[in-house]
């Protein structure tokens, strides 16, 4: 399983001495997540052990399991409807890159004493809320206590036409590099949270925060893509470091634009608009955008489908043969990245 964040705080105390009421296991499943899985007919309203899904003709089943950890993923303090959002998005977030239509989750929790009913009642919510927006059901999962950190861990299942998934593999030299959104939002919405107040707008400051905690997945442009792309990848590690991982599995070298590597005007007010503030961000993690390679003759037809789902895309590279990532200047040199991207180990 694969995140991106910048070092993280320490872990706070899992204990008090007068830990918060809540109602037990099975209580606390009737109450707040029964009613989610109310529309998914194979989720036996959550009374069951599993779950059963039909399969859909002509189409192929796809699956991924995220994990976000408190003081790792997520910080103590922040809201809990934004929490599981995050959760439920990262796994979404991947689902689009692959160009996939998501249609159900699975959710473990494991939770410490401190999360009192109001904290699971609002986690609750915002996983409703993104249930309405984005037409999925939670169909099970798993609750347990722990004495450690909250953990909570989505499996997302989508569908995507038999034989149209969107590969890492694919790309190939002459193919044009793609990005959709703005990078390194959520890396400085972090470090604001981290190290407390800057001279900076208030509108500036809550988009950052908000680009952290409330990621975006794209898709209906990963929809789009399915007969375009070559190679496609979601941004949890970082714009090197997930462009990597494309070469790496293709066999092929990807060559960025470091003046190309798009910038919001919120980061721009932070950070500037030179290297000392896209050659960082190409580094952060937590974007959940989505890189891909597409032939130059697709260019017309991505735009299109970018303009049709209002997705910004911009082009930074290109794939060339060889090996690896490299970030180029003005003048096409190499530039050295102090940091490529997040890695758990």
Not at 48 to 55: Q, R
Not at 200 to 226: E, H, I, K, M
Not at 317 to 343: K, N, P
Request: charged share 20%; proline share 8%; glycine share 12%.
């Amino acid at each position: 399983m694969r995140s991106a964040r910048p070092s993280s705080p320490g872990l706070l105390p899992m204990t008090s001495p007068d830990p918060p009421q809540r109602p037990g296991e099975f209580e606390l499943i009737a109450k707040l997540f029964a009613p989610l899985a109310r529309d998914a007919e194979g989720a036996f309203g959550l009374a069951d052990d599993v779950a059963v899904l039909g399969p859909r003709p002509g189409m192929d089943v796809v699956f991924k399991c995220d994990s976000l950890i408190e003081s790792v993923h997520f910080l103590r303090d922040d809201p809990p409807a934004t929490v599981a959002r995050k959760a439920l998005r990262r796994a979404l977030s991947d689902l689009a890159a692959k160009g996939a239509e998501p249609g159900a989750y699975l959710l473990a929790l494991a939770l410490p004493p401190w999360p009192d009913l109001e904290w699971l009642e609002a986690f609750a919510g915002g996983l409703a809320a993104d249930q309405a927006e984005f037409g999925i059901s939670l169909i099970g999962g798993e609750t347990d206590a722990t004495p450690g950190p909250v953990t909570i861990t989505v499996t997302a299942i989508g569908h995507v036409p038999q034989g149209a998934l969107i590969r890492r593999n694919g790309a190939r030299p002459g193919d044009l590099v793609f990005v959709t959104g703005t990078i390194g939002d959520a890396g400085a919405g972090l470090s604001l949270l981290k190290d407390g107040a800057r001279a900076l707008s208030d509108t500036a400051r809550n988009f950052l925060l908000a680009r952290y905690r409330v990621p975006v997945p794209r898709l209906a442009f990963g929809r789009g893509l399915r007969a375009l792309a070559a190679a496609a990848i979601d941004i949890s590690d970082g714009l090197a470091a997930d462009l990597g991982h494309i070469a790496e599995t293709s066999g092929v070298r990807i060559e960025i634009d470091a003046a190309r590597v798009p910038l919001s005007a919120a980061l721009r007010e932070l950070r500037g608009d030179g290297p000392q503030a896209r050659l960082p961000a190409a580094g952060a993690g937590d974007d959940y955008e989505i890189a891909f390679t597409a032939a130059s003759s697709n260019t017309e037809a991505i735009l299109g489908i970018a303009d049709r789902t209002l997705t910004p895309v911009a082009i930074i590279g290109s794939v060339v043969a060889g090996r690896g990532v490299a970030m180029l200047d003005a003048t096409g040199r190499e530039i050295s990245l102090a940091h490529t991207g997040y890695t758990h180990f």
